[in-house]
């Protein structure tokens, strides 16, 4: 691909990307007042509660996440307790400022017009993450696609120090998820090899890079290391994610026929099929690319396109998460990459004669509009599907739909009823943001009980920790985790849920929960129950 063209006015920058931002910013300002999660959102606003309560992350503070992750909730909750708000406008930001780097990359790999297409694109993905807050995943890209874009400038320029900025931007990305850093460090692998053929340019290159990433990660390295060890950020940040995902997966989903042309099933139907669409653009691209790359060394020519090799290699890799848990969310995670792919896809070959301008602008509105009815953007952002039922625990500062709110302030409105501020709660529903809205805390770590939380012979130490703070109340799940009965609390931890039925009885039936207390003394558990109540399948 030649450089990006520029237009008669000059460059296109100077309206295109103040006008995404403002695509952006009104997409993400949709959701900033609507919907809750009590398990993606609540988790990381419980750990910044327990952190300015004084608890240590990683010791009592249980999060399996780099410690960056955590910071949005943390400064959310630090501005405006609880912080549901004050952290999604954080969120946000990472997601405009997204927009407009994918914007940046998308000109290193197109004309404009085909990378505000592609970040256009991005500016209105994952309506459905989105209005259930769990794009985690998706804003931390950014770190990503900035080092992405230092190593265009060391291809295009040919100075060593942008691969030790490109390093320095992953290792920031490495501090905030796992994943992305490990995808872009993959991507950037690859480029480096394909971008030259001396052995000694790739060590080289590989050295600068690894020295701008262990400048940013080796100073939080030694940090943790001196607080809590090294062992427990390993078996914290890598292998009890690994485990939780093991445990919590879910296998891709059938594809599904719509049976009329109602928007909603058409949404349904092209969601499935992303999950076989997405794969299928990076083999086509990897083919592709491989094909040009081993011609190019038989010619002994050079690889042209070494760039965008780099960022189908990162978004392929970063792909392979959604296939774990394979739901919608973890899918448009992994979307920022595949916007730029199919912008790229739809441009035309470059030909002797420009395309026309209107011929432009009508291809890419004729893309841009089918992306937006097949994800069914303006679906998602009709104020019925938002939710406009306000949330009482949050004193109707957001709203939600009938089926967020019969979790949410039934809870918070019985924990306040049976107990007082500065009681223990245990949580056995993995919905750490009741903890957030009640105000109570749990008993620390391991507090947030779903698979995978427990390793080996843990659920004894932590009942042990559950049996000396002797909790004022007790939240028992209706259903099972993920409405699967094998994945419920009383077969990941059977002698917690023994325990609780032992030693405490029904203070409240609520909509999605059993509120438990403690048990008189003298009163023995009845045959069959379950802490007085038994949790449905």
């Known amino acids: 691909m030649g450089a990006p063209t520029r237009s008669t006015f000059g460059d296109p920058a100077w309206w295109q990307l103040p006008l995404l931002l403002v695509l952006s910013v009104a997409f993400e300002s949709l959701f900033l007042h609507n919907g809750l999660n009590l398990l993606d959102e609540g988790w990381p606003?419980?750990?910044?509660?327990?952190?300015?309560?004084?608890?240590?992350?990683?010791?009592?503070?249980?999060?399996?996440?780099?410690?960056?992750?955590?910071?949005?909730?943390?400064?959310?909750?630090?501005?405006?307790?609880?912080?549901?708000?004050?952290?999604?406008?954080?969120?946000?930001?990472?997601?405009?400022?997204?927009?407009?780097?994918?914007?940046?990359?998308?000109?290193?790999?197109?004309?404009?017009?085909?990378?505000?297409?592609?970040?256009?694109?991005l500016a209105v993905a994952a309506p459905l993450s989105h209005i259930v807050q769990v794009v985690f995943g998706f804003r931390y890209l950014l770190f990503s696609v900035l080092a992405l874009l230092c190593f265009s400038q060391r291809l295009r320029a040919g100075q060593a120090r942008w691969l030790v900025a490109a390093g320095c931007f992953s290792g920031v990305a490495l501090l905030f998820r796992l994943t992305p850093a490990f995808a872009v460090c993959a991507g950037i692998g690859v480029g480096i090899l394909a971008a030259d053929r001396s052995w000694r340019r790739w060590l080289g290159d590989a050295l600068y890079f690894s020295a701008g990433l262990a400048v940013v990660v080796a100073p939080a390295l030694l940090y943790f290391a001196a607080g809590v060890g090294l062992e427990v950020i390993w078996s914290e940040v890598v292998v009890r994610p690994l485990r939780m995902t093991e445990l919590q997966a879910l296998p891709v989903p059938a594809l599904h026929f719509p049976q009329s042309l109602d928007r909603w099933q058409l949404e349904h139907a092209f969601s499935m099929l992303e999950f076989r669409l997405y794969p299928l653009l990076y083999l086509g691209y990897a083919g592709v690319l491989g094909w040009r790359w081993l011609s190019a060394l038989r010619a002994g020519k050079a690889f042209d396109d070494v760039l965008l090799l780099s960022?189908?290699?990162?978004?392929?890799?970063?792909?392979?998460?959604?296939?774990?848990?394979?739901?919608?969310?973890?899918?448009e995670s992994a979307i920022p990459p595949v916007c730029l792919l199919i912008a790229r896809l739809v441009q035309p070959r470059a030909s002797r004669r420009p395309a026309r301008a209107w011929a432009t602008a009508l291809r890419i509105g004729a893309v841009f509009c089918a992306w937006v009815l097949l994800k069914g953007v303006d679906l998602y952002a009709m104020p019925e599907t938002r939710g406009q039922r306000p949330v009482a625990a949050l004193s109707g500062e957001i709203r939600a739909i009938p089926d967020v709110l019969r979790m949410v302030d039934p809870a918070v409105r019985a924990i306040d009823r049976f107990s007082s501020p500065g009681d223990i709660l245990l949580d056995l529903s993995a919905s750490p943001?009741?903890?957030?809205?009640?105000?109570?805390?749990?008993?620390?770590?391991?507090?947030?009980l779903m698979p995978g939380t427990l390793l080996d012979e843990e659920e004894s130490v932590f009942l042990e920790r559950i049996v000396a703070a002797s909790p004022a109340l007790v939240l028992m799940p209706r259903q099972a985790f993920d409405a699967r009965p094998e994945r419920g609390v009383w077969v990941t931890a059977p002698r917690i849920f023994e325990w609780v039925r032992e030693h405490y009885v029904l203070r409240s039936e609520l909509p999605a929960y059993f509120l438990l207390g403690r048990r008189p003394a003298d009163t023995a558990p009845e045959e069959g129950a379950s802490g007085g109540a038994a949790p449905e399948s």
Request: charged residues 10%; proline residues 6%.
């Open 45 to 121: 606003l419980y750990a910044a509660m327990r952190l300015h309560a004084g608890g240590i992350l990683y010791q009592d503070v249980f999060w399996v996440f780099p410690p960056g992750a955590l910071l949005p909730a943390w400064l959310g909750y630090a501005l405006e307790p609880p912080g549901v708000v004050a952290a999604r406008v954080i969120y946000a930001g990472f997601d405009v400022a997204l927009c407009g780097a994918v914007y940046g990359l998308g000109r290193r790999l197109m004309t404009p017009s085909y990378a505000f297409l592609g970040a256009a694109l």
């Open 433 to 448: 943001l009741i903890y957030v809205l009640s105000g109570r805390s749990g008993v620390g770590h391991s507090d947030l």
């Open 311 to 331: 960022t189908v290699v990162w978004g392929g890799v970063y792909l392979l998460r959604s296939f774990g848990r394979a739901d919608i969310p973890h899918l």
